[in-house]
């Protein structure tokens, strides 16, 4: 029997199989995985085989492979990780121009990660009832910038329901995480996409769980359309990774397409003579503010301070 691992309790996990029944198991055996060390072999959003024995319980015997995954380490020293939650098909964004403002180099850092996790990403700006017409301005040249570079954008508001049903459309068939700085509205707009469901419950928890090297809980909650929302607690962004310098211009897809024309294979984009990408700048076919978000990471990267995208 197959299923879809939909939550984890770190002691058992729940199986939605494919033919509709949730059955709780443990796992069978001993799970590594070969690429990473991790305190939890299974995670929500796993593929799975399942064996159900005659007295009625049940055992993981088997993982499918994943298309990407989500970690958090344990603690900074440690190589152990904890997986999040496994074969995301999108992660939305949201953000705000004001009220707080998320910053482009957040915006762009948070999309590099999700680039090397192979994780899409799509940007809702929130928040959209209480921009006035600068606001409105800016907030349509991100979204020109943004659409350009191959992500899609969308504009809502948590508040007056503007723009809900399209987010709502956009969950249908998909495994979705919410990200988000706080204070742009993430909690307003689960909490009407998931009615019933206390979110402010789910940070507490998190704020328990910080620090401490336990299984964290993690849950997907089924949408109208067998779409999921994860909702793990603590989830910001896309835990640490180490990134090579030559590899944070892979994360920036425009850089990353301009560079096929720099002089050096390895070139870093600053400096060096005869770089396509510093030329595509200045000819404004790369935005001022993607090459500045790029240099700032290599720049943290430089100093040794490289820590997460969020
Ligand atoms: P979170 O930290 O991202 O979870 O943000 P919250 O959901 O707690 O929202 C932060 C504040 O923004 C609260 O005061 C919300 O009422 C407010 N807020 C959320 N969405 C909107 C919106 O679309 N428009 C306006 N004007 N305020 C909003
Ligand atoms: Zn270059």
């Not at 993690?218 to 994860?230: H, K, T």
Request: charged share 25%; proline share 3%; hydrophobic share 35%.
């Amino acid at each position: 029997m197959k299923g879809l691992v939909i939550k984890n309790t770190g002691s058992w996990y729940q199986v939605k199989t494919d033919d509709g029944r949730f059955i709780e198991c443990k796992i069978k055996g001993n799970f590594r995985l070969k690429d990473i060390k991790s305190t939890n072999p299974i995670a929500v959003g796993d593929r799975v085989q399942i064996i159900i024995n005659q007295e009625g319980t049940a055992f993981i015997n088997e993982i499918e492979d994943r298309k990407n995954y989500i970690v958090r380490r344990s603690s900074n020293l440690s190589k152990q990780s904890h997986i999040l939650a496994a074969n995301l098909d999108q992660c939305l964004l949201v953000v705000t121009v004001n009220y707080p403002e998320t910053s482009t180099i957040f915006i762009d850092r948070f999309l590099a990660s999700a680039e090397a996790y192979r994780v899409p990403v799509k940007l809702v700006f929130n928040k959209v009832d209480a921009y006035n017409e600068e606001e409105l301005h800016y907030l349509q040249s991100l979204i020109t910038l943004y659409t350009h570079i191959g992500y899609p954008c969308f504009c809502i508001s948590a508040k007056t329901g503007e723009g809900i049903e399209t987010i709502m459309e956009e969950l249908k068939g998909r495994v979705t995480l919410f990200s988000g700085h706080s204070g742009v509205g993430k909690s307003t707009l689960i909490n009407i996409l998931l009615p019933g469901r206390d979110i402010k419950t789910a940070k507490i928890s998190a704020y328990h769980n910080k620090g401490m090297h336990t299984t964290t809980f993690s849950e997907m909650f089924p949408v109208a359309g067998n779409g999921y929302i994860i909702d793990t607690p603590g989830i910001k962004g896309f835990g640490t990774f180490d990134m090579e310098e030559e590899e944070i211009g892979h994360y920036f897809l425009e850089i990353f397409k301009a560079s096929a024309n720099c002089k050096y294979n390895n070139c870093t984009h600053r400096h060096e003579p005869g770089c396509a990408v510093r030329e595509a700048v200045e000819q404004h076919y790369i935005s001022e503010s993607r090459y500045t978000s790029y240099v700032n990471m290599l720049e943290d990267k430089d100093e040794g301070k490289y820590r997460s995208a969020h």
